[in-house]
């Protein structure tokens, strides 16, 4: 089993597992390059801007990282099998490149990220994370957002079909694909899809702590 989802667009397709073979196609899609070419380039004060780009952006496909399947093949929540990972959403960040480059790379394996990348509208962050065993998506959020320097990112951002439109490679500044895409312990994958998204997380064993502290070493 794959460890996300992707889908065409916001409001087309239906969720379907996103290999790394896949994350790849879309990341390097012309179509996703040009569609962000062209948000970049409308004119934040003209009146129908948000309109525009929130137009550009639905034709955007879209990565489910909260979410390792949907049951009944819907993007819902309650049909939704945890990824055992948290996306943290970052608005209004003026210079996203910058704000990475201020980063030390070893914080972000010690905090086991998975992604940072600039989002569609070109001033904004998106992170995503590992959950460690025990945590909510609300909670591994927290965490993340304390060990980053994060004050403020957006707190609805913590259903398990929450989406995050793909943008392009050159977007990119951090990807553990291996570990964005795959489980990377049988017992880590046993641990989350065991799960439905009404129970809490249980307590975590000694065994899942050293694993997911060694995972992305």
């Known amino acids: 089993m794959n460890r996300i989802n992707f889908q065409e667009g916001v409001n087309a397709g239906t969720p379907k597992p996103c290999t790394i ?3 790849n196609a879309l990341l390097d899609s012309p179509q996703v390059a040009q569609i962000c070419k062209q948000i970049a380039e409308l004119d934040p004060n003209s ?3 948000n309109d525009r780009k929130q137009a550009l952006k639905k034709r955007l496909p879209i990565l489910l990282p909260h979410a390792s399947a949907f ?5 819902k929540s309650e049909d ?8 943290l959403d970052v608005d209004h960040v003026e210079d996203p490149r910058g704000w990475f480059n201020s980063i030390e790379q070893q914080l972000l394996i010690d905090n086991h990220i998975n992604l940072v990348a600039q989002t569609a509208s070109g001033h904004g962050l998106r992170i995503v994370g590992e959950r460690y065993g025990g945590e909510s998506i609300e909670q591994a959020q927290v965490r993340m957002a304390a060990a980053l320097g ?4 957006d707190g609805v951002t913590k259903d398990l079909a929450r ?3 793909v943008t392009p490679r050159s977007y990119v500044f951090w ?3 291996k570990n964005l895409c795959e489980w990377p312990y049988e017992e880590v994958k046993e641990y989350w899809t065991a799960m439905t998204p009404e129970e809490p997380a ?9 694993n997911s502290h060694q995972r992305q070493r």
């Open 202 to 210: 249980p307590a975590m064993t000694q065994r899942y702590r050293r």
């Open 21 to 23: 073979e896949q994350l």
């Open 71 to 75: 049951k009944n093949g819907r993007r």
């Open 175 to 177: 990807i553990q694909e």
């Open 80 to 87: 939704a099998i945890p990824s055992g990972q948290a996306m």
């Open 150 to 153: 994060i004050k403020e990112y």
């Open 47 to 49: 009146p129908d801007y």
């Open 163 to 165: 989406a995050s439109y």
